[in-house]
């Protein structure tokens, strides 16, 4: 398995409910911020 296969392994297996709040809330405030830039 390569890289690519891993990482997108990683993306399809992901739950929600496993992730780090902490890596929510960064992604989030992340997704927020490109909003508002778009914004403008």
């Given amino acids: 398995m390569n890289n690519t296969e891993r990482i997108a392994w990683f993306v399809v297996e992901a739950r929600y409910e496993a992730l780090p709040k902490e890596a929510i809330e ?7 911020d490109c ?3 778009a914004e403008y």
């Avoid at 992604?27 to 927020?32: N, T, Y």
């Fill in 35 to 37: 909003l508002i830039e």
């Fill in 26 to 32: 960064i992604a989030k405030q992340g997704i927020i």
